[in-house]
């Protein structure tokens, strides 16, 4: 049985190798360049700090990426509870079971003719798709902050619902309530800009 691969750590190469990878990682999630930039920053940071404790089980940009995951987890969090408003603002009576269908409410299905309509979604070509990406981008950025966090690390960073929870300190049930006003919001965004 072959020996399983050592990886090793090389700081000063990071800004070469990963700075990059990392502001674009980092600049999709907080959609603010200064702030993106300070995030690969802290993650370069907290990695020198850290970098005794590498193990070498994982490849170099991978730990330096969960480092940056944590960073703007953290971002998301300050945003969240900094905000004037209560979470209550985003707690409903969800009762009435009119947001999905079905038993698992997190699987994004919509009710029919509450989805988006699928000919403003489909992009022929490269040009449309980059079109669309920047206005979704635009869409996220224009999204209160809690919003944008839920939708952030559910939908493009596909985390589970248990994980969004807790980092996020909300309930199942905000997260849905949440979860569904962004969509909505994202909807009427992107169908408004992109005609």
Known sequence: MADEVKHTIEPQ?????????????????????????????????????AK????????????LISILKRKIIDTYRRNA???????????????????YRGDD?????WLEGKGPNSHSLMPEGELEQDELRQIIEKCISLLPPKLASVFIMKLIDEAESVEVCKELEITPSNLWVILHRARLKMRECVESKWI
């Open 13 to 49: 190469f990071w800004v070469d190798r990963y700075g990059d990878y990392l502001y674009n990682y980092a600049i999709v999630r907080v959609n603010d360049a200064e702030k993106a930039g300070d995030l690969v920053q802290d993650t370069f940071l907290a990695g020198l700090k």
């Open 81 to 99: 509870t900094s905000r004037e408003s209560s979470i209550n603002e985003y707690q409903e009576d969800i009762s009435d079971g009119d947001f």
């Open 105 to 109: 409410p997190f699987k994004g299905h």
């Open 52 to 63: 005794d404790n590498f193990q070498g089980r994982s490849a170099e940009r991978t730990w």
